[in-house]
């Protein structure tokens, strides 16, 4: 004799509406359909992305920006809207992002001046680095360069070396920054051959480079980017890329690591990424997006054209980047006490 089902109470059949509305719900935050109901959810992206930069227009940085969002906007199918909130070292337009929704309609681009140099000097940060955000990926990474200005009579690491160790007093380095990635590269390159200079901040590359075009400073740590045009026009010299290779847009400038200084390997990098929370979906969608795209000519030439070098690592390398980056610069910002502004 089969026995009869018990009849839903009120109450059963109310538990069993929420379950099924909390099932729908997490389907529709990963932008994915139930089974049985392919056109009761919309895929993501359903509606345009909006890609805050932490950059004024213009930079390389922005520009580097704008070519993934719009390879971003053709590969997705939606608009990619790029919303630029430059000011307080990156960390307003990350403050931002990091309140966002996490549902893969507000992306980041930031570099590692968000990811591991504030965190390194500042306390009062609106956002964690581990914990606010999912990374995505990197797109490229930029080489750094010490230069010197085309009158002082030092033309290569070795000469750069002997002269700030022979008389400290007379010399000083620039950055585009205090506490930015350039004046973290500076003390590293410092510690690294045994010398102690005067820092020099500044608030952007444009005016550092125009004072050590000027002579009113002898040396600069700057991006390769700010740096070709200055050295094609013979205003500056080159002393040393920062990166353990050769940039691949001045080939024929050395590395330190070529003149014997193996610890120095410094640059920064692009990195892509979502708050916190973003379903794994929408984050696996875009990284292989993103590794499309930096694996396409037409966008490695781009990059190259920013001086930046085409260096895509996914959402794992990503995090393993920060994660091994953060305990060293709060190092360097320790042994060389930087400060925040």
């Known amino acids: 004799m089969k ?9 059963m059949r109310a538990r069993r509406r929420a379950f099924a509305l909390a099932v729908a719900g997490l389907f529709a935050t990963a932008g994915l359909a139930l089974p049985g109901m392919a056109s009761a959810q919309p895929a993501w992206p359903a509606k345009p992305i909006t890609l805050v930069i932490p950059f ?32 307080a070292g990156t960390a307003i337009a990350a403050g931002l992002v990091a309140k966002s929704p996490a549902d893969g309609y507000t992306l980041f681009l930031g570099s590692g001046s ?27 990474r930029i080489p750094l360069i010490v230069l010197a200005n085309k009158d002082v009579p030092v033309n290569n690491v070795k000469e750069f070396v002997a002269a700030i160790k022979a008389t400290p007093d007379k010399y000083a380095y620039a950055s585009f920054g205090a506490g930015t990635t350039s004046h973290f590269t500076g003390e ?12 020099v901040p500044y608030k ?14 002898p040396f600069s740590v700057d991006t390769v980017t700010a740096a070709i045009p200055q050295l094609k026009a013979g205003k ?29 390997d410094a640059d920064t990098w ?13 984050r696996e969608r875009l990284e292989k997006t993103v590794a499309k795209i930096v694996a396409t000519p037409a966008a490695k030439a781009a990059l190259q054209a920013q001086g930046a070098e085409p260096a ?13 980056e953060l305990p060293l610069m709060r190092a360097v910002a320790q042994r060389a006490d930087i400060r925040a502004d």
Do not use: C, W
Not at 61 to 70: E, F, H, S, T, W
Not at 188 to 199: P, R
Not at 312 to 324: K, N, R
């Open 270 to 282: 692009i990195m892509l990424v979502a708050p916190k929370g973003t379903p794994a979906p929408v």
């Open 3 to 11: 026995s009869t089902p018990p009849i839903p109470t009120a109450a």
């Open 188 to 199: 590293i390159v410092l510690h690294a051959v045994g010398a102690k200079l005067m820092h």
């Open 114 to 140: 968000t990811f591991t140099a504030n965190p390194a000097i500042r306390s009062n940060l609106p956002y964690d680095t581990l914990k606010s955000f999912d990374p995505i990926a990197i797109v490229a």
């Open 56 to 87: 004024p227009p213009g930079g390389s940085a922005d520009v580097i920006g704008r070519l993934v969002g719009q390879r971003l906007s053709d590969e997705l199918g939606q608009p990619v809207i790029i919303d630029n909130r430059p000011g």
């Open 312 to 324: 895509f690592a996914g959402a794992a390398a990503s995090l393993a980047q920060i994660e091994s």
């Open 236 to 264: 500056v010299k080159a002393i040393a890329v920062t990166t353990a290779k050769r940039s691949s847009q001045l080939p024929d400038v050395p590395t330190f690591a070529e003149a014997g200084y193996k610890d120095i």
């Open 204 to 217: 952007g590359s444009a005016p550092a480079m125009t004072d050590l075009i000027g002579g009113q400073v």
